[in-house]
């Protein structure tokens, strides 16, 4: 599971360090989150297949995934496995759970600090009941609040097989597996220029705090890269986790 590509230096980083990791790891799945994939906001077909190219099997989302309208129409797409956060509420397009090369992706959104959409804990209950049991499941937990990514952690432990958060774009370092052996860490971290204030530009962030002023931000860029992942190991039988481990790896455009 990679970390939240940004804009233009995320699909890069993605399409040099995907093959590589795919034959040094021997991957059988890549789910990458694609929300900011698209000049750093939202997902666009050409983004979105730029990543498929690269070598991932499935995109998640978050809050973001509305930014580039065009997406929107293409999320209920057979052929397309882009999922949108599962809890928004009935009618919003597209779909919250990918099966995908014999493995279940559900993608979860937080409320604390967030929108106030419908309860991520009970959208995974009602997603879970409809699954046969000892299924390989992966969550993207889209959060903002740490608190509420170890909670969700917890809830699912022993129900699915992973739960990894994503948003902050800031890697955590609690990889490990809970108790009734669930995988969990609280941000997988994010793709992108390294150079960076959480992939956007140095400046235009810090000139938005310093005036309080509604700067735009750019994405950063740079020949310095970086890619934020987690491995997973899981039993097929069981569906549980036997191993999480970071992966992160960067290089430079220069070299």
């Not at 979105?48 to 797409?77: P, R, Y």
């Not at 931000?217 to 310095?224: F, I, K, W, Y």
């Not at 036997?242 to 790896?249: G, H, K």
């Amino acid at each position: 599971m990679i970390g939240d590509a940004v804009g233009r230096p995320g699909r890069r980083a993605l399409s040099v360090l995907v093959p590589k990791l795919r034959r040094e790891l021997a991957i059988d799945v890549v789910i990458a989150n694609g929300e900011n994939a698209a000049a750093g906001r939202g997902l666009t077909l050409n983004s979105a297949e730029e990543m498929f190219a690269a070598g991932v099997d499935i995109i998640t989302s978050g809050n973001h995934i509305w930014d580039q309208k065009e997406i929107v129409s293409h999320l209920e797409d057979d052929d397309l496995p882009v999922a949108r956060p599962l809890n928004y509420p009935a009618g919003a397009p597209g779909r919250g759970i990918i099966q995908h090369k014999g493995i279940t992706v559900i993608n979860l959104q937080g409320r604390v600090f967030m929108a106030n959409i419908d309860c991520p804990f009970r959208a995974a209950d009602a997603a879970l009941a409809s699954l046969p049991p000892n299924s390989i499941v992966i969550v993207d937990m889209h959060a903002e609040a740490t608190s509420e990514k170890v909670a969700t952690g917890r809830y699912l432990d022993g129900r699915v097989s992973a739960v990894l958060g994503t948003h902050t774009h800031v890697a955590t370092a609690d990889a490990r597996i809970l108790p009734k052996g669930t995988a969990f860490v609280c941000d997988v971290g994010m793709t992108g220029a390294k150079d960076s204030i959480i992939g956007d530009d140095v400046d235009c962030v810090i000139r938005r705090f310093l005036t309080a002023m509604p700067v735009r931000l750019e994405v950063a860029s740079g020949p310095d890269l970086i890619l934020n992942s987690v491995l997973i190991e899981v039993d097929e039988e069981t569906g549980r986790a036997r191993r999480v481990q970071r992966v992160d790896r960067e290089f430079s455009d220069d070299q």
